[in-house]
């Protein structure tokens, strides 16, 4: 166990619908990155935050958002799903924002689009 | 830009035989070196990294990996693997300048009785 939850475990919705995806990072990390990973296309950087602002964006759609909020923990924002949206969504925290700091993943969330 | 490429998608070996999973990088900046492994139906866990220092480094699951900066490469390897190690083992990089994690397409490796 990490100590990184992601909710929910599955996720199954339709396209055109929006999603809410929930993160809560180790206790003491300020860092939270998203990554999705699909079998096309791999395991891609979406984006991070560090300490509720902003840090670092990867190949993340416009329809996509997150935030950080005040006690850490995170949501990311899927809107207008499509098919190639079904993916997992993995969650991973840090306790700092640098290269050096390990990220601890959590389970991930399997979005399926129907 | 950083790219991480792993050579080879599926790794085939019989258990208590030795194992390289080979992993080149491409980066403009300096770099540091993480591999990672997944279980089926599981989240990522760290192998190994390599920050500075020493160029063999040694992680879980009696793992280790060598960083060679000239050939810009960190190929991990097991002198003897089990089948409790069939998983998919991913390379990633990141850099000085972030955090973000950039990862290979990953090795399956597949250890059979």
């Known amino acids: 166990d990490s100590g990184v939850t992601q909710t929910p475990k599955h996720l199954i919705t339709a396209t055109g619908q929006r999603v809410t995806l929930r993160c809560s990072p180790r206790s003491g990390d300020l860092s939270v990155y998203w990554y999705q990973q699909s079998l096309d296309q791999g395991l891609q950087f979406l984006i991070q935050?560090?300490?509720?602002?902003?840090?670092a964006k990867g190949n993340i759609l416009e329809r996509f958002s997150a935030q950080q909020f005040p006690d850490l923990h995170s949501e990311l924002n899927l809107s207008s799903l499509e098919l190639g949206d079904s993916a997992l969504y993995f969650c991973?925290?840090?306790?700092?924002?640098?290269?050096?700091?390990?990220?601890?993943f959590g389970p991930g969330t399997r979005l399926t689009v129907l | 830009a950083q790219s991480v490429t792993q050579l080879d998608s599926q790794v085939p070996v019989f258990e208590e035989a030795p194992v390289e999973l080979r992993c080149n990088y491409s980066?403009?900046?300096?770099?540091?070196l993480f591999w990672y492994v997944q279980y089926p139906n599981q989240g990522l866990q760290l192998l190994l990294k390599y920050l500075s220092g020493s160029t063999l480094v040694k992680g879980i699951n009696g793992f280790e990996a060598e960083f060679n900066k000239s050939q810009t490469s960190f190929h991990l390897r097991k002198p003897s693997v089990h089948i409790s190690d069939t998983a998919e083992y991913f390379c990633?990089?990141?850099?000085?300048?972030?955090?973000?994690?950039?990862f290979g397409q990953g090795t399956e490796l597949s250890v059979k009785p």
């Open positions: 990633a990089v990141s850099s000085t300048l972030g955090g973000k994690l950039i």
């Open positions: 991973a925290s840090s306790v700092g924002r640098q290269g050096h700091n390990e990220q601890f």
């Open positions: 980066s403009s900046v300096s770099v540091y």
């Open positions: 935050y560090y300490n509720g602002e902003e840090r």
